[in-house]
């Protein structure tokens, strides 16, 4: 491994990330000839321009890190790991979308092995983007204490990594280990590394290195946050509010992480510091607000918006291509019969009927109408417009999602009144038909378990079409009360056809839908997916740790 560098944001860099890539620890010899877009990692942070160019390289690896179909023969991009992969791979491991063409049949069935290249792909750019990130750290600790970096400027860079750190080591704990729920985060995580694999003596350590347990993963995690939260600034100008991680985009990432321990308490201090006491809510914290229709807040292409806190950046001539764009794979496949025409995607991920069906989902609400497209066979996303282009951003994180997390903890915690008034913000800009609102004037107000529920409920209908519905299958599993058991039973592409999308009303039940790929109880193996056979070819350690039954 003789090529060190740090990356600078593209076009020209396609192969040159390999030199990079920090595991499957196999080859990583990809070119000895210096790239043009790269700086030597020995002068990438003689001054703030330089450093801040390696901190656009690490942005650049978490939009769109190598996909490699076929073993080294076959090198793509396809928005691995944040760029679309991450969206795209969170909604077809649940049930509320349908995978049309078996483009992700092999995750949408569950018939995951070790060497499928989803699960290779999303660890390996997962762990580039990780390593990135700790030489990014070592590289302005380092500037910062030879002078070449003021004090403030070393530590928000630093911020910058350890935010994106932190958002991969929670991909990776979602995919590959069980929830924190399970014994309180005892059951084994995977591997925490905190040094840049740069060197043959780090290279060596990595191929030792065993899993840590899930509470430490947390923890650490948890500790990048603060520190980010503490030196990254709380706005920025241009497309950086959006994608370059903030003081907001800090603390509701660590709200986020405090859901998914069921630490109800944590996530309402941290969510209090982005959300004011009334409504209409919004953030003291770099003015993050609910935009004022659903449509709004996904006016497509580069648009920043004030509910969006952080996404990761695509553009016309930087994106994951036709095979993983989020308008790619999530637009429908024809113009004809469309409520909203001229807008042309591969159509290969549909909403399913299991959720356009659900009786939760009341058949006025907007996002209907302003985010989905009709055709003449099925339903399709229409959060990302610009097929053409694949600019959109990818959503990583909206204040939308700040708000139902804190609904949530507040009335787990009993506080109902104040979960009623922050799930009503983001669901009454949709459900504009006053009949069908939350309100003691209806006498359908939910309470107690019901109220949980219904914001359970709220997050399917809004985050549909952005990866989440993984996050909360993944977390909810052993809940006792809202336990999602394992991974639910799903529609095949021949049930999600237009005949059966219905919306169900008093006395209009939507039909009876049978069959289907078979649900995966929480104790099946396929539950979790396995540490990648070029991982464990190249790590006797964690060949001894493999999830079981791989």
């Not at 070790?114 to 600790?141: D, F």
């Not at 500037?143 to 630093?158: I, N, S, V, W």
């Not at 959109?392 to 787990?412: C, G, H």
């Not at 309470?447 to 219904?454: D, K």
Request: glycine share 8%; with cysteine.
């Amino acid at each position: 491994m003789n090529t060190r560098f740090i990356f600078t944001p593209r076009p020209a860099r396609r192969l040159a990330l390999l030199a990079l890539l920090s595991m499957g620890i196999a080859s990583c010899d990809v070119t000895d000839v210096s790239p043009q877009d790269a700086l030597p990692e020995s002068s990438a942070f003689e001054d703030a321009a330089k450093a801040n160019l390696s901190v656009a390289g690490m942005y650049d690896a978490a939009q769109s890190g190598f996909y490699d179909p076929l073993n080294g023969t076959a090198i793509a991009v396809r928005g691995y790991p944040f760029g679309a992969a991450a969206n795209e791979l969170g909604d077809v491991r649940g049930e509320d979308v349908a995978d049309l063409a078996g483009f992700f049949g092999i995750v949408y069935q569950n018939n995951i092995t070790a060497s499928s290249p989803n699960i290779v792909n999303i660890w390996s750019t997962l762990y580039s983007l990780i390593n990135q990130a700790n030489v990014v750290i070592e590289g302005v600790q380092g500037a910062g204490k030879r002078g070449a970096l003021t004090a403030a400027d070393a530590a928000a860079f630093e911020g910058e990594a350890r935010f994106l750190r932190a958002l991969a080591y929670h991909e990776l704990l979602q995919h590959f280990a069980r929830p924190f729920a399970d014994g309180a985060g005892s059951k084994p995580g995977v591997p925490y590394r905190d040094f840049a694999i740069n060197t043959i003596e780090t290279v060596d350590k990595a191929r030792g290195q065993g899993r840590n347990t899930v509470a430490e993963v947390y923890a650490k995690m948890l500790e990048d946050l603060k520190f980010s939260e503490d030196n990254l600034p709380a706005s920025r100008t241009g497309s950086a509010t959006v994608t370059r991680a903030t003081k907001a985009a800090a603390i509701a990432l660590k709200q986020r992480i405090y859901l998914h321990m069921g630490n109800w308490a944590a996530v309402v201090t941290e969510g209090n510091k982005l959300i004011s006491a009334a409504a209409p809510f919004t953030s003291p914290i770099g003015g993050r607000a609910l935009a004022p229709s659903p449509g709004a807040a996904f006016p497509g292409g580069t648009a920043v918006t004030s509910e969006n806190v952080f996404s990761i950046e695509n553009s016309s001539d930087d994106n994951p291509g036709v095979n993983g764009a989020l308008p790619s794979i999530y637009g429908s496949p024809n113009t004809t019969g469309n409520a909203l025409p001229g807008v042309q995607g591969r159509g290969l991920i549909a909403i399913s009927p299991t959720l356009f069906n659900a009786s939760f989902w009341t058949c006025s609400d907007l996002r209907r109408t302003q985010l989905l497209q009709n055709t003449t066979a099925r339903y399709f996303s229409f959060k990302y417009k610009d097929a053409p282009n694949n600019s959109d951003f990818a959503p990583i994180i909206r204040y939308a999602e700040v708000l139902l997390n804190q609904a949530e903890a507040e009335s787990r915690l009993g506080n109902s009144t104040r979960a009623l008034a922050l799930l009503n913000a983001v669901r009454n800009r949709s459900v504009v038909n006053v009949a069908d609102q939350f309100s003691t004037a209806n006498g359908n107000v939910p309470a107690g378990n019901a109220l949980t529920r219904a914001i359970l409920n709220e997050r399917r209908i809004e985050f549909v079409g952005e990866g989440f519905r993984w996050d909360d299958i993944h977390r909810l599993a052993l809940d006792p009360d809202f336990g999602t058991k394992g991974i639910p039973s799903k529609l095949t592409a021949t049930q999600a056809v237009l005949a059966n999308y219905k919306c169900p009303t008093p006395g209009n039940p939507a039909p009876a839908i049978n069959g289907g790929y078979a649900a995966i109880a929480y104790d099946d193996f396929r539950f979790l997916w396995p540490i990648p056979s070029i991982e464990v070819a190249n790590n006797p350690t964690l060949r001894a740790q493999q999830n079981p039954g791989y």
